[in-house]
């Protein structure tokens, strides 16, 4: 990759500090591997927890996203199936949230990083990695 973006690094899963590094093992289908991460980026080696437990606030941007995802299901279901009894919102949004489980973890663990880890993008840092 050369120079890629905030953005581009965001949307790949990138590291926040070279933007060339996989932060995550397996792709996100990979149902029982979904949440492992590199301890250190495989491109700069700088450290992904910054600090112990850093990734705990990640957990408030997932639960936002559930929320989302659980008021969109909602309006949803009330407006396409005209308001059914209640397990007529509990089955289908239930259903859509736990499907979208490895999106949201993954996508909350990528912005928090980027949003609130303090590293900063250094176009230099993969290559001295690679010269060191």
Request: proline share 7%.
């Amino acid at each position: 990759m050369s120079n890629p973006s905030k953005l581009t690094a965001l949307i790949n899963a990138r590291c926040p500090h070279c933007h060339e590094g996989r932060l995550f093992k397996y792709k996100w289908w990979n149902v029982f591997n979904f949440a492992q991460m590199h301890e250190h980026c495989p491109s700069c080696d700088v450290r992904y927890e910054v600090e112990p437990g850093f990734f705990y606030g990640a957990m408030y941007i997932s639960y936002a996203f559930t929320v989302g995802i659980m008021l969109v299901g909602g309006i949803l279901v009330f407006n396409f199936l005209n308001d059914p009894p209640a397990m007529g919102y509990v089955v289908p949004i239930t259903t859509v949230s736990l499907l979208l489980v490895p999106s949201n973890f993954r996508t909350a663990r990528v912005l928090f990083i980027h949003w609130f880890s303090g590293l900063k993008y250094d176009p230099s840092a993969a290559a001295k990695h690679e010269n060191s």
